[in-house]
């Protein structure tokens, strides 16, 4: 059984940089694709990020293209979210998920999920 523990949020200034991470346990992060989704309050959750098994294709969502960077290190398990220069409108519950297939933006593709970690902007 996966078991994904998302940690690194809380409160953060417009223009900052916060690093969330997702410590994988069951299985190593090498042998799965993973991503990032996000829920707002009110909101649909929605993608933000994945990286492949392999690690090497990547994908985002426009909104956070030159801002995000999603990376593995396959040593310590762990996936992580850098965010540099946030805005008010990425405050949001930050998701890992993880699938043993491909990488997806759809949520309904990803099996295994964290209980999030909220990342708050402030401006």
């Known amino acids: 059984q996966v078991q994904l523990v998302e940690s690194g949020g809380g409160l953060v200034q417009a223009g900052g940089s916060l690093r969330l991470s997702c410590v994988a346990s069951?299985?190593?992060?090498?042998?799965?694709?993973m991503a990032w989704f996000r829920q707002a309050p009110g909101k649909e959750r929605e993608f933000v990020s994945t990286i492949s098994w392999s690690g090497v294709t990547t994908d985002y969502v426009d909104f956070v293209k030159g801002r995000f960077t999603i990376s593995k290190d396959n040593a310590k398990n762990t996936l992580y979210l850098q965010m540099n220069s946030p805005k008010s409108e990425d405050t949001a519950i930050y998701y890992c998920?993880?699938?043993?297939?491909?990488?997806?933006?759809?949520?309904?593709?990803?099996?295994?999920w964290g209980q999030g970690t909220q990342v708050t902007v402030s401006s």
């Open positions: 069951g299985r190593s992060v090498n042998t799965m694709s």
């Open positions: 998920a993880a699938n043993l297939g491909g990488v997806s933006r759809s949520p309904s593709v990803y099996r295994y």
